[in-house]
Protein backbone atom coordinates (compact mmCIF):
# COMPACT_ATOMS: atom_id res chain seq x y z
CA UNK A 1 0.00 0.00 0.00
CA UNK A 2 1.31 3.12 -0.48
CA UNK A 3 2.21 4.90 2.60
CA UNK A 4 0.34 8.09 2.51
CA UNK A 5 0.22 11.26 5.42
CA UNK A 6 -3.07 12.54 6.54
CA UNK A 7 -4.86 14.98 4.95
CA UNK A 8 -6.21 17.95 6.89
CA UNK A 9 -9.57 18.22 5.75
CA UNK A 10 -11.14 21.66 4.87
CA UNK A 11 -14.60 23.00 4.68
CA UNK A 12 -16.33 22.61 0.91
CA UNK A 13 -16.85 25.61 -0.75
CA UNK A 14 -19.00 25.95 -3.77
CA UNK A 15 -17.07 29.33 -4.77
CA UNK A 16 -14.57 31.07 -3.55
CA UNK A 17 -13.84 34.65 -5.51
CA UNK A 18 -10.49 35.03 -6.04
CA UNK A 19 -11.37 39.38 -6.04
CA UNK A 20 -13.12 39.50 -2.81
CA UNK A 21 -10.78 39.63 0.09
CA UNK A 22 -13.25 37.67 2.78
CA UNK A 23 -12.29 34.66 0.08
CA UNK A 24 -8.97 34.54 2.10
CA UNK A 25 -9.82 34.47 5.61
CA UNK A 26 -12.63 32.09 4.76
CA UNK A 27 -9.40 29.69 3.46
CA UNK A 28 -7.02 30.48 6.40
CA UNK A 29 -9.54 30.02 8.61
CA UNK A 30 -10.90 26.38 7.04
CA UNK A 31 -7.34 25.37 5.98
CA UNK A 32 -5.29 25.65 8.43
CA UNK A 33 -2.54 23.46 7.17
CA UNK A 34 -2.45 25.76 4.21
CA UNK A 35 -1.91 28.61 6.62
CA UNK A 36 1.12 27.04 7.88
CA UNK A 37 2.85 26.27 4.40
CA UNK A 38 1.69 29.71 3.69
CA UNK A 39 3.49 31.82 6.59
CA UNK A 40 6.48 29.13 6.01
CA UNK A 41 6.94 30.79 2.33
CA UNK A 42 6.36 34.22 3.64
CA UNK A 43 9.48 34.19 6.02
CA UNK A 44 11.36 32.79 3.78
CA UNK A 45 10.64 35.07 0.97
CA UNK A 46 11.30 38.13 2.97
CA UNK A 47 14.54 37.04 3.86
CA UNK A 48 15.35 36.27 0.11
CA UNK A 49 15.15 40.10 -0.46
CA UNK A 50 17.24 41.21 2.17
CA UNK A 51 20.06 38.56 0.81
CA UNK A 52 19.20 40.43 -2.95
CA UNK A 53 19.93 44.36 -1.94
CA UNK A 54 22.87 42.97 0.81
CA UNK A 55 24.49 41.55 -2.58
CA UNK A 56 23.55 44.33 -5.16
CA UNK A 57 25.47 46.91 -2.25
CA UNK A 58 28.37 44.38 -1.84
CA UNK A 59 28.95 43.99 -5.18
CA UNK A 60 29.10 48.19 -6.10
CA UNK A 61 31.13 47.97 -3.36
CA UNK A 62 33.81 45.68 -4.46
CA UNK A 63 33.23 46.24 -8.89
CA UNK A 64 30.81 48.98 -9.26
CA UNK A 65 29.87 48.03 -12.18
CA UNK A 66 26.90 46.64 -13.95
CA UNK A 67 28.40 43.77 -15.32
CA UNK A 68 29.01 42.25 -11.58
CA UNK A 69 25.00 42.24 -10.98
CA UNK A 70 24.48 40.57 -14.18
CA UNK A 71 27.06 37.79 -13.05
CA UNK A 72 25.38 37.49 -9.56
CA UNK A 73 22.27 37.37 -11.22
CA UNK A 74 23.24 34.71 -14.03
CA UNK A 75 24.37 32.66 -11.39
CA UNK A 76 21.22 32.81 -9.53
CA UNK A 77 19.36 31.71 -12.34
CA UNK A 78 22.47 28.69 -13.87
CA UNK A 79 21.65 26.29 -11.36
CA UNK A 80 17.84 26.12 -12.18
CA UNK A 81 18.50 25.17 -16.20
CA UNK A 82 20.93 22.81 -15.54
CA UNK A 83 19.30 21.03 -12.35
CA UNK A 84 15.76 21.21 -13.31
CA UNK A 85 15.40 18.17 -14.93
CA UNK A 86 16.85 16.33 -11.45
CA UNK A 87 15.25 18.47 -9.75
CA UNK A 88 11.26 17.47 -11.46
CA UNK A 89 12.12 14.05 -11.26
CA UNK A 90 13.29 13.76 -7.51
CA UNK A 91 9.89 16.29 -6.81
CA UNK A 92 7.41 13.63 -8.13
CA UNK A 93 9.30 10.53 -6.39
CA UNK A 94 10.32 11.80 -2.96
CA UNK A 95 8.82 13.42 -0.49
CA UNK A 96 8.31 16.84 -1.03
CA UNK A 97 8.44 18.51 2.59
CA UNK A 98 11.77 16.44 3.31
CA UNK A 99 12.69 18.15 -0.04
CA UNK A 100 11.74 21.36 0.73
CA UNK A 101 12.69 21.14 5.12
CA UNK A 102 16.29 20.12 4.08
CA UNK A 103 16.54 22.56 1.40
CA UNK A 104 15.95 25.58 4.19
CA UNK A 105 18.79 24.13 6.83
CA UNK A 106 21.34 23.88 3.77
CA UNK A 107 20.97 27.41 2.62
CA UNK A 108 20.86 28.71 6.44
CA UNK A 109 24.88 27.80 6.13
CA UNK A 110 25.53 29.29 2.11
CA UNK A 111 23.64 32.40 3.57
CA UNK A 112 26.36 32.79 5.96
CA UNK A 113 29.27 32.12 4.41
CA UNK A 114 28.49 35.70 2.88
CA UNK A 115 29.96 37.34 5.84
CA UNK A 116 33.75 35.84 4.69
CA UNK A 117 34.04 37.99 1.88
CA UNK A 118 36.06 40.88 3.23
CA UNK A 119 37.73 42.74 0.19
CA UNK A 120 37.38 42.50 -3.80
CA UNK A 121 40.05 39.68 -3.70
CA UNK A 122 36.88 37.54 -2.48
CA UNK A 123 34.71 38.59 -5.32
CA UNK A 124 34.32 35.21 -7.07
CA UNK A 125 33.19 33.89 -3.25
CA UNK A 126 29.68 36.27 -4.49
CA UNK A 127 29.15 33.78 -7.01
CA UNK A 128 29.91 30.69 -6.54
CA UNK A 129 27.84 31.29 -3.17
CA UNK A 130 25.09 32.47 -5.17
CA UNK A 131 25.48 28.95 -7.82
CA UNK A 132 25.26 27.26 -4.59
CA UNK A 133 22.62 29.07 -2.67
CA UNK A 134 20.28 28.69 -6.42
CA UNK A 135 20.91 24.85 -6.73
CA UNK A 136 19.43 24.27 -3.68
CA UNK A 137 16.52 26.46 -4.13
CA UNK A 138 16.29 24.61 -7.90
CA UNK A 139 14.98 21.69 -5.70
CA UNK A 140 12.73 23.50 -3.42
CA UNK A 141 10.94 25.48 -5.82
CA UNK A 142 9.35 22.87 -8.34
CA UNK A 143 8.66 20.76 -5.22
CA UNK A 144 6.96 23.74 -3.20
CA UNK A 145 4.64 24.19 -6.36
CA UNK A 146 3.80 21.09 -7.11
CA UNK A 147 2.16 20.37 -3.42
CA UNK A 148 -0.09 23.22 -3.48
CA UNK A 149 -2.74 21.15 -5.05
CA UNK A 150 -1.74 18.03 -2.16
CA UNK A 151 -2.70 21.04 0.49
CA UNK A 152 -5.70 22.63 -1.26
CA UNK A 153 -8.76 21.81 -2.68
CA UNK A 154 -9.33 22.52 -5.91
CA UNK A 155 -11.76 25.28 -5.17
CA UNK A 156 -9.16 27.14 -3.55
CA UNK A 157 -6.65 26.72 -5.87
CA UNK A 158 -7.23 30.46 -7.45
CA UNK A 159 -7.24 31.82 -4.09
CA UNK A 160 -3.76 29.91 -3.37
CA UNK A 161 -1.84 31.12 -6.11
CA UNK A 162 -3.04 34.42 -6.09
CA UNK A 163 -1.91 34.63 -2.22
CA UNK A 164 1.33 33.07 -3.18
CA UNK A 165 1.59 35.71 -6.03
CA UNK A 166 0.67 38.59 -3.64
CA UNK A 167 2.90 37.54 -0.50
CA UNK A 168 5.84 36.61 -3.14
CA UNK A 169 5.04 40.82 -3.63
CA UNK A 170 4.76 42.12 -0.91
CA UNK A 171 7.66 40.31 0.43
CA UNK A 172 9.50 41.74 -2.04
CA UNK A 173 7.57 45.24 -1.31
CA UNK A 174 8.48 44.85 2.31
CA UNK A 175 12.05 42.51 2.19
CA UNK A 176 13.77 44.96 -0.62
CA UNK A 177 12.54 47.65 1.46
CA UNK A 178 13.41 46.53 4.82
CA UNK A 179 16.92 45.27 3.37
CA UNK A 180 17.63 48.44 1.97
CA UNK A 181 17.22 50.31 5.19
CA UNK A 182 19.26 47.94 7.11
CA UNK A 183 22.02 47.86 4.31
CA UNK A 184 21.98 51.57 4.78
CA UNK A 185 21.88 51.43 8.82
CA UNK A 186 23.36 48.89 9.47
CA UNK A 187 25.43 47.08 6.95
CA UNK A 188 25.04 44.18 4.44
CA UNK A 189 26.40 41.53 6.79
CA UNK A 190 23.28 42.17 8.87
CA UNK A 191 20.82 41.83 6.65
CA UNK A 192 22.95 38.27 5.42
CA UNK A 193 22.29 37.02 9.03
CA UNK A 194 18.61 37.87 9.12
CA UNK A 195 18.22 36.06 6.00
CA UNK A 196 19.96 33.20 7.48
CA UNK A 197 17.41 33.55 10.44
CA UNK A 198 14.37 33.33 8.03
CA UNK A 199 15.43 29.96 6.66
CA UNK A 200 15.81 28.36 9.87
CA UNK A 201 12.00 29.86 10.72
CA UNK A 202 10.96 28.78 7.49
CA UNK A 203 12.21 25.02 7.92
CA UNK A 204 10.75 25.06 11.61
CA UNK A 205 7.08 25.51 10.07
CA UNK A 206 7.80 23.33 7.26
CA UNK A 207 8.02 20.75 9.78
CA UNK A 208 4.83 21.35 11.09
CA UNK A 209 2.92 20.76 8.19
CA UNK A 210 0.80 17.40 7.08
CA UNK A 211 2.07 17.30 3.05
CA UNK A 212 0.43 14.27 1.37
CA UNK A 213 3.28 11.93 -0.15
CA UNK A 214 2.13 9.04 -1.97
CA UNK A 215 4.97 6.65 -2.94
CA UNK A 216 4.58 5.42 -6.02
CA UNK A 217 5.42 1.26 -6.81
CA UNK A 218 7.35 0.57 -9.52
CA UNK A 219 7.08 -1.91 -12.00
CA UNK A 220 8.37 -3.75 -14.38
CA UNK A 221 12.16 -4.02 -14.71
CA UNK A 222 14.38 -1.83 -13.01
CA UNK A 223 17.81 -0.56 -13.96
CA UNK A 224 20.03 2.14 -14.26
CA UNK A 225 17.29 4.14 -16.41
CA UNK A 226 14.99 3.57 -13.00
CA UNK A 227 17.94 3.99 -10.74
CA UNK A 228 18.47 7.66 -12.24
CA UNK A 229 15.72 8.62 -13.00
CA UNK A 230 15.69 8.60 -16.56
CA UNK A 231 12.43 6.51 -17.52
CA UNK A 232 10.83 9.62 -15.35
CA UNK A 233 12.28 12.40 -17.56
CA UNK A 234 11.71 10.63 -20.63
CA UNK A 235 7.69 10.01 -19.21
CA UNK A 236 7.80 13.73 -18.58
CA UNK A 237 9.03 14.98 -21.64
CA UNK A 238 6.34 12.53 -23.86
CA UNK A 239 3.85 13.88 -21.54
CA UNK A 240 4.58 17.14 -22.55
CA UNK A 241 4.87 16.62 -26.17
CA UNK A 242 1.27 15.29 -26.42
CA UNK A 243 -0.29 18.02 -24.58
CA UNK A 244 0.26 21.47 -26.33
CA UNK A 245 -1.72 23.15 -24.31
CA UNK A 246 0.06 22.36 -21.70
CA UNK A 247 3.46 23.52 -23.32
CA UNK A 248 2.51 26.86 -24.24
CA UNK A 249 1.28 27.66 -20.91
CA UNK A 250 4.94 26.44 -19.79
CA UNK A 251 6.40 29.00 -22.29
CA UNK A 252 4.61 31.69 -20.77
CA UNK A 253 7.12 33.11 -18.27
CA UNK A 254 9.88 32.32 -20.79
CA UNK A 255 8.21 34.61 -22.34
CA UNK A 256 8.64 37.39 -19.64
CA UNK A 257 12.13 36.15 -19.41
CA UNK A 258 13.09 37.74 -22.67
CA UNK A 259 13.14 41.20 -20.79
CA UNK A 260 14.85 39.54 -17.82
CA UNK A 261 17.63 42.00 -17.82
CA UNK A 262 15.15 44.74 -16.36
CA UNK A 263 15.68 43.09 -12.50
CA UNK A 264 19.71 44.35 -13.50
CA UNK A 265 18.42 47.78 -14.93
CA UNK A 266 16.18 48.04 -11.32
CA UNK A 267 19.81 47.65 -9.68
CA UNK A 268 21.57 49.92 -11.73
CA UNK A 269 19.07 52.76 -11.47
CA UNK A 270 18.60 52.55 -7.89
CA UNK A 271 22.40 52.46 -7.35
CA UNK A 272 23.40 54.63 -9.47
CA UNK A 273 21.13 57.04 -11.57
CA UNK A 274 18.82 57.89 -8.69
CA UNK A 275 21.34 56.76 -5.79
CA UNK A 276 19.96 57.02 -2.51
CA UNK A 277 21.95 57.27 1.29
CA UNK A 278 25.76 57.36 1.72
CA UNK A 279 26.24 53.45 1.93
CA UNK A 280 23.47 52.35 -0.82
CA UNK A 281 20.89 49.82 -0.78
CA UNK A 282 18.05 52.87 -0.39
CA UNK A 283 17.57 53.41 -4.75
CA UNK A 284 17.07 49.96 -5.45
CA UNK A 285 15.35 48.88 -2.26
CA UNK A 286 12.81 51.44 -3.24
CA UNK A 287 12.62 50.39 -6.83
CA UNK A 288 12.27 46.63 -5.84
CA UNK A 289 9.98 47.59 -3.37
CA UNK A 290 7.74 48.99 -5.68
CA UNK A 291 8.12 45.96 -8.08
CA UNK A 292 6.44 44.01 -4.94
CA UNK A 293 3.50 46.62 -4.41
CA UNK A 294 2.75 46.22 -8.12
CA UNK A 295 2.68 42.61 -8.39
CA UNK A 296 0.97 42.10 -5.25
CA UNK A 297 -2.02 43.92 -6.70
CA UNK A 298 -1.97 42.84 -10.28
CA UNK A 299 -3.29 38.97 -10.14
CA UNK A 300 -6.23 40.01 -7.74
CA UNK A 301 -7.09 43.19 -9.29
CA UNK A 302 -7.15 41.18 -12.84
CA UNK A 303 -9.34 38.55 -11.41
CA UNK A 304 -11.38 40.96 -10.32
CA UNK A 305 -12.11 43.26 -13.72
CA UNK A 306 -11.20 40.26 -16.10
CA UNK A 307 -12.80 37.44 -14.50
CA UNK A 308 -11.15 34.10 -13.04
CA UNK A 309 -12.79 31.14 -15.66
CA UNK A 310 -10.10 29.44 -18.05
CA UNK A 311 -10.67 31.46 -20.86
CA UNK A 312 -10.81 34.76 -19.34
CA UNK A 313 -7.00 33.90 -17.74
CA UNK A 314 -6.10 32.95 -21.68
CA UNK A 315 -6.70 36.99 -22.43
CA UNK A 316 -5.89 38.40 -19.42
CA UNK A 317 -2.22 37.15 -19.75
CA UNK A 318 -1.47 38.25 -23.60
CA UNK A 319 -2.76 41.87 -22.19
CA UNK A 320 -0.25 41.66 -19.17
CA UNK A 321 2.59 41.78 -21.77
CA UNK A 322 1.29 45.30 -23.26
CA UNK A 323 0.85 46.40 -20.26
CA UNK A 324 4.68 45.75 -19.31
CA UNK A 325 6.11 47.39 -22.48
CA UNK A 326 4.37 50.54 -21.70
CA UNK A 327 5.32 51.04 -18.05
CA UNK A 328 8.82 50.04 -18.79
CA UNK A 329 9.43 52.63 -21.84
CA UNK A 330 7.70 54.88 -19.17
CA UNK A 331 10.65 53.81 -16.58
CA UNK A 332 13.15 54.22 -19.37
CA UNK A 333 12.54 57.52 -19.56
CA UNK A 334 11.84 59.08 -16.19
CA UNK A 335 13.54 62.02 -14.48
CA UNK A 336 12.83 61.01 -11.10
CA UNK A 337 13.29 57.89 -8.82
CA UNK A 338 9.79 58.66 -7.84
CA UNK A 339 8.33 58.24 -11.61
CA UNK A 340 10.47 55.46 -11.90
CA UNK A 341 9.00 53.70 -8.64
CA UNK A 342 5.20 54.08 -10.18
CA UNK A 343 5.99 52.96 -13.68
CA UNK A 344 7.89 50.07 -11.83
CA UNK A 345 4.67 49.27 -9.78
CA UNK A 346 2.31 49.50 -13.15
CA UNK A 347 4.66 46.91 -14.91
CA UNK A 348 4.49 44.60 -12.90
CA UNK A 349 0.73 44.50 -12.36
CA UNK A 350 1.23 42.50 -15.44
CA UNK A 351 4.13 40.66 -14.63
CA UNK A 352 2.30 39.30 -11.86
CA UNK A 353 -1.08 38.42 -13.81
CA UNK A 354 0.80 36.32 -16.28
CA UNK A 355 2.96 34.17 -13.40
CA UNK A 356 0.45 34.11 -11.44
CA UNK A 357 -2.35 33.09 -14.37
CA UNK A 358 -0.01 30.92 -16.07
CA UNK A 359 0.66 28.83 -12.81
CA UNK A 360 -2.90 28.11 -12.12
CA UNK A 361 -4.19 27.13 -15.12
CA UNK A 362 -1.28 24.69 -15.25
CA UNK A 363 -1.65 23.48 -11.67
CA UNK A 364 -5.62 22.56 -13.16
CA UNK A 365 -4.24 20.98 -16.05
CA UNK A 366 -1.61 19.06 -14.75
CA UNK A 367 -1.38 15.63 -13.45
CA UNK A 368 0.06 15.54 -10.10
CA UNK A 369 2.55 12.75 -11.14
CA UNK A 370 3.92 14.73 -13.30
CA UNK A 371 3.27 18.38 -11.72
CA UNK A 372 7.02 18.32 -10.45
CA UNK A 373 8.52 17.84 -13.99
CA UNK A 374 6.57 20.16 -15.52
CA UNK A 375 7.08 23.19 -13.06
CA UNK A 376 10.86 22.12 -13.18
CA UNK A 377 11.27 22.12 -16.90
CA UNK A 378 9.29 25.42 -16.56
CA UNK A 379 11.44 26.95 -14.52
CA UNK A 380 14.54 25.59 -16.55
CA UNK A 381 13.75 27.14 -19.63
CA UNK A 382 12.74 30.59 -17.61
CA UNK A 383 16.15 30.71 -16.08
CA UNK A 384 17.89 30.12 -19.32
CA UNK A 385 16.44 32.61 -21.19
CA UNK A 386 17.00 34.71 -17.84
CA UNK A 387 20.26 34.35 -17.97
CA UNK A 388 20.87 35.23 -21.28
CA UNK A 389 18.99 38.44 -21.24
CA UNK A 390 20.80 39.55 -18.17
CA UNK A 391 24.08 38.36 -19.98
CA UNK A 392 23.61 40.78 -23.08
CA UNK A 393 22.14 43.43 -20.46
CA UNK A 394 25.30 43.24 -18.73
CA UNK A 395 27.55 43.55 -21.47
CA UNK A 396 25.99 46.11 -23.35
CA UNK A 397 26.31 48.36 -19.82
CA UNK A 398 30.05 47.29 -19.68
CA UNK A 399 30.20 48.53 -23.35
CA UNK A 400 28.59 51.86 -22.21
CA UNK A 401 25.51 52.16 -23.53
CA UNK A 402 23.23 54.10 -21.95
CA UNK A 403 20.94 52.23 -19.09
CA UNK A 404 17.86 54.36 -20.90
CA UNK A 405 18.38 53.24 -24.16
CA UNK A 406 18.77 49.61 -23.15
CA UNK A 407 16.04 49.64 -20.84
CA UNK A 408 13.69 50.63 -23.80
CA UNK A 409 14.91 48.09 -25.64
CA UNK A 410 13.87 45.56 -23.13
CA UNK A 411 10.55 47.11 -22.56
CA UNK A 412 10.29 46.60 -26.49
CA UNK A 413 11.08 42.97 -26.48
CA UNK A 414 7.44 42.30 -24.47
CA UNK A 415 5.95 42.91 -27.75
CA UNK A 416 7.13 39.45 -29.44
CA UNK A 417 5.43 37.00 -26.41
CA UNK A 418 2.35 39.19 -25.95
CA UNK A 419 1.33 39.25 -29.48
CA UNK A 420 2.32 35.27 -30.23
CA UNK A 421 -0.08 34.63 -26.59
CA UNK A 422 -2.62 36.73 -28.56
CA UNK A 423 -2.70 35.05 -31.45
CA UNK A 424 -2.60 31.60 -29.64
CA UNK A 425 -5.15 32.41 -26.86
CA UNK A 426 -7.52 33.87 -29.77
CA UNK A 427 -7.13 30.68 -31.71
CA UNK A 428 -7.19 28.45 -29.31
CA UNK A 429 -10.71 29.93 -27.50
CA UNK A 430 -12.07 30.07 -30.96
CA UNK A 431 -11.27 26.36 -31.62
CA UNK A 432 -13.19 25.71 -28.27
CA UNK A 433 -16.45 28.18 -29.00
CA UNK A 434 -17.12 26.25 -32.52
CA UNK A 435 -16.80 22.59 -30.82
Avoid at 6 to 28: C, D, K, Q
Avoid at 230 to 256: E, I, Q, T
Wanted: hydrophobic residues 50%; glycine residues 10%.
Amino acid sequence: MPAMEPHTPTVTRTHLPAGEWRSYVILFTGNRNYLRFWLAGVISQLGNWFNYIAVFVLLNELAGSGVAVSWFLIAKFIPTAILAPAAGVIADRFSRKRIMITCDVGRIFVVLAFLLIRDSSLIWLVFVLALIQEAMWSFYDPARRASVPNICRSEELHLANALSGATWSIMLAVGAALGGLVTAAWGWQTAIVLDALTFALSALLLNTVILPHTSRKREGKTGWREYTGLNDLVAGFSYLAGRRHVAALLLVKSGWALSGGIMVMLAIFGEQVFQVGNQGGGGSGILYSMRGVGAAIGPILAWRLLGERDHQMYRSIGLAFFLACACYLGFSQSPTLAWAALFVMLGHLGGSVQWVFSTTLLQKKVEDQFRGRIFAAEMALLTLILSLSTYFTGAALDRGADPRSVTAVLALLFLLPGTLWTIYAKLRLGARETR
